[in-house]
Nanobody, 116 residues
Framework: QVQLVESGGGLVQAGGSLRLSCTYS????????MGWYRQAPGKERELVAN???????NYADSVKGRFSTSIDRAKNTFYLQMNSLKPEDTAVYYC??????????WGQGTQVTVSS
């Protein structure tokens, strides 16, 4: 059974930084993409950033230049480094893996709150 466990959310002042981690366990056949989504109150869930199986990276326009994503395959963990945080980045952040099928796997979500 595949599980994704997130950590690293919290409260930070505007301009600050946070790093989210997502550790996955279980067998995922043919990972197509690994990344992060977020959902703010009253809004739809949106893609923040991901890394495709081919190594390409995609970022939402609103986070380009501020957020970066990386993978440590030895630890089965991927990360979202968030710098220069803004109040509008406040949301629940979910890690996500797209595997063969396609099959989607989600983390439990972690709250990120940016105060002004």
């Amino acid at each position: 059974q595949v599980q994704l466990v997130e950590s690293g959310g919290g409260l930070v002042q505007a301009g600050g930084s946070l790093r989210l981690s997502c550790t996955y366990s279980g067998t995922i056949i043919s990972i197509y993409a690994m990344g992060w989504y977020r959902q703010a109150p009253g809004k739809e869930r949106e893609l923040v950033a991901n890394i495709t199986g081919g190594g390409g990276e995609n970022y939402a326009d609103s986070v380009k230049g501020r957020f970066s994503t990386s993978i440590d395959r030895a630890k089965n963990t991927f990360y979202l480094q968030m710098n220069s945080l803004k109040p509008e980045d406040t949301a629940v952040y979910y890690c996500h893996v797209l595997g063969f099928g396609p099959t989607e796997y989600w983390g439990q979500g972690t709250q990120v709150t940016v105060s002004s």
